[in-house]
């Protein structure tokens, strides 16, 4: 079975760009979520999809970052626009539902200049 | 205050050696725990999760939960290099709106030297 894809597994952005990560979940997963992890903060959620659902927006992260699941087999995590604060590594997992496990991708490592 | 906490930050042990990892809740409402291992350039990965009070054993790799004390650890033994790793401890509780999401702890570097 194929784990959760992410791309690209770099980018690098000037401030003020408008940036578009990519996230695949293994197929028949019904959990969707976006981390951010940093050294300082750790592993902070994003946003939280069940069956394409918003269930959770991340509070603090709302003005500038927006997560959608345009099908059940992809989601986007959109930076707009971005601050070098939000130099990063943006990891996407998925669970079959709930309590199972989290399945986490590889990460996009974002740079912000 | 980070409502899961871990300690140590780091830990040193030698090849062969027992590493022992530990994390509190100061959350009541946390009944479900989990321990993930993430290595440097890949994502996290679960390693094993414990629900009930007691022991739970998995190869090498012993979790111990204390829901009276909010205490959850996870026990290395005949640690290998392969072993040296950031790990996570992450809780979670069932809210009745549906969602389950998973509060990581800052994590501890797990070195092993050969």
């Known amino acids: 079975d194929a784990g959760v894809t992410q791309t690209p597994r770099h980018e690098v952005a000037e401030k003020g760009q408008t940036i578009i990560l990519k996230c695949e979940p293994v197929?028949?997963?019904?959990?969707l979520f976006w981390y951010r992890q940093t050294k300082i903060q750790g592993l902070e959620l994003l946003s939280y999809?069940?069956?394409?659902?918003?269930?959770?927006d991340g509070g603090a992260f709302k003005d500038r970052f927006k997560a959608e699941m345009l099908n059940s087999s992809f989601s986007t995590l959109k930076i707009q626009p971005t601050e070098p604060k939000d130099s990063a590594v943006y990891l996407c997992?998925?669970?079959?539902?709930?309590?199972?496990?989290?399945?986490f991708g590889p990460g996009t490592r974002l740079t912000v200049l | 205050q980070q409502k899961v906490q871990q300690s140590p930050e780091s830990l040193s042990v030698p090849e062969g050696g027992m590493a022992s990892l530990n994390c509190t809740s100061s959350?009541?409402?946390?009944?479900y725990f989990w321990w993930y291992r993430q290595h440097s350039g890949e994502g996290p990965k679960a390693l094993m999760?414990?629900?009930?009070?007691g022991d739970k054993k998995e190869g090498r790799f012993t979790a111990h939960l204390n829901k009276a004390s909010l205490h959850v650890s996870l026990h290395i033994r005949d640690s290998q290099p392969s072993d040296s790793a950031l790990y996570f401890c992450?809780?979670?509780?069932?809210?009745?709106?549906?969602?389950?999401?998973?509060?990581f702890g800052s994590g501890t570097q797990l070195t092993v030297m050969p």
């Open positions: 959350d009541r409402n946390f009944q």
């Open positions: 999760s414990i629900f009930s009070d």
């Open positions: 197929s028949g997963h019904n959990d």
């Open positions: 997992a998925s669970s079959l539902f709930g309590i199972y496990e989290q399945y």
């Open positions: 999809f069940r069956s394409k659902s918003l269930m959770e």
């Open positions: 992450a809780a979670s509780e069932h809210e009745t709106s549906g969602s389950w999401q998973l509060i």
